[in-house]
């Protein structure tokens, strides 16, 4: 019997038909390795993940009822721990509480408010050590994972990508925050944002206005910037007492400018830091500094950059180039229960005027607000009569010699006869959320400097 020998045709078909089974095998192999892969990386993230929480704390009130505040981190070697400026507010000891419950009353002794960050110090490193902060930023897409006690369930991890490596939210303050879609919500505030090697990447710090709740974006202030502030090499933000908006087509029509050829002074509060250097309502501030103004935000990071307390402004006053200067002064105050005396550059005390307020002929009644005062923010508004100052009667010569220095309740009557109570804190009322478009990304009307 003769055998015969496959040609090459033959075996070329023979092949395929062996290769097929093989071929259909593959996708479900690489969807072994992938479960595999991923099997591995949660041994690996779990504990990564416990480490983390051991150095995630719960910020509570020392004032005996102990109140949830939200959430903080362990910093470094552990006697330091950062959260946010809104967490502890102005609080001077808050307690700390472990995830095992352990206890300790620990000392805020620093804040930035317009950065919103806090620092607290521990007598002694008594739950261990803390996280070490990234070098550098996280990588779009990069994995990270957010710690914390959202809606005050602590020991929560939620797991999310980096969506925007620094966008800038607040056009008035000079913070490129980290963006990302890890779940946080109130009480999130003051906890981390881990990188996969359980490094600190941010401080998870807020969420897109327009909704209390989660809806997809979440910012973190980058590791780097706390380790300055924590370092003391963060100059002060200034309290500038400006409205400014962007230069659109339209307003750049009118004027006869380029679109973005600075931004527009709306109004200038009296006796504020602008109305010193000399701005005036329809400047059009071109340089910060030497800095090109192009947008609002590029004002916050000019000034932050600034080299000393000397700050130069290049402006347009009916078309025509004038520099205006700016010399910023500080001011000692403390803020610590045991004297530390702390330089920030803030008021300690208004008058109407300085609040933006101007009163009519009768001495009572506001004849004109800025939109950027903390009153008209508090609900004040021209055309009310004041009635009385934290229960006593108003009269024309108490609001001319008036000193605000701590939170006041104002009793007004509107102009169609109804009356209603107003609490003008200066240093709170100007920091309402507003909803704006773009994610908080500068709002694209007015922004208060």
């Known amino acids: 019997m003769t055998r015969m020998t496959p040609n090459a045709t033959e075996r070329g078909l023979y092949a395929r038909r062996m290769r097929r089974p093989l071929l259909s095998l593959l996708p479900m192999l690489a969807l072994c390795v992938t479960l595999i892969s991923a099997i591995a990386d949660r041994a690996q993230a779990g504990p990564m993940l416990e480490r983390g929480l051991n150095a995630t704390l719960v910020v509570e009130t020392a004032d005996g009822d102990e109140k949830f505040l939200g959430s903080a981190v362990l910093w470094r070697d552990g006697r330091l721990a950062v959260t946010n400026a809104h967490v502890v507010k102005r609080a001077t000891r808050v307690v700390l509480r472990h995830r095992d419950g352990r206890t300790v009353v620990a000392r805020v002794i620093a804040r930035d408010e317009k950065r919103d960050l806090a620092l607290i110090e521990l007598d002694e490193a008594t739950f261990g050590p803390g996280l070490e902060p990234a070098l550098g930023l996280p990588g779009l897409g990069d994995e990270v994972y957010a710690l914390g006690a959202p809606l005050e369930a602590d020991q929560t991890v939620t797991r999310g990508i980096v969506s925007v490596v620094a966008r800038q939210v607040q056009a008035g303050v000079p913070v490129r925050y980290i963006q990302h879609d890890a779940a946080i919500n109130p009480g999130s505030s ?15 710090a807020r969420i897109a206005d327009g909704s209390r709740l ?3 974006i979440s910012y973190a202030i980058p590791a780097a910037l706390i380790d300055r502030f924590i370092a003391g090499d963060l100059p002060e933000v200034p309290d500038l007492g400006v409205t400014a908006r962007p230069i659109d087509a339209r307003i750049a029509a009118a004027l006869g400018l380029e679109k973005g050829a600075g931004v527009l002074v709306d109004n200038v509060n009296p006796s504020s830091l602008g109305a010193r250097a000399g701005l005036l309502a329809g400047d059009v501030v071109v340089r910060v500094n030497g800095r090109a103004i192009v947008k609002p935000g590029d004002m916050a990071f000019a000034l932050d950059e600034r080299d000393g307390d000397t700050v130069v402004f290049e402006v347009l006053r009916g078309g025509e180039p004038l520099m205006l200067e700016l010399e910023l002064i500080k001011h000692s105050v403390d803020i610590d229960d045991d004297g530390t005396s702390r330089e920030i550059a803030i008021i300690r005390a208004y008058d109407l ?12 009644t506001v004849e004109v607000i800025s939109p950027a005062s903390p009153a008209y923010l508090a609900g004040l508004d021209a055309g009310d009569t004041i009635l009385s100052v934290n229960g006593q009667p108003a009269s024309a010569e108490l609001l001319e010699t008036l000193k605000i220095s701590r939170p006041v309740l104002l009793l007004v009557r509107r102009p169609d006869g109804r009356t209603l109570h107003v609490t003008v804190d200066p240093w709170s009322n100007g920091a309402r959320s507003q909803i704006m478009g773009g994610a908080n990304v500068l709002d694209p009307v007015v922004v208060i400097f």
């Open 190 to 204: 003051g906890g981390p944002l881990l990188d996969g090697e359980g490094r600190v990447v941010g401080l998870n």
């Open 214 to 216: 989660f809806v997809g």
């Open 353 to 364: 005027a300085r609040l933006g307020l101007q009163m009519g002929s009768d001495g009572v």
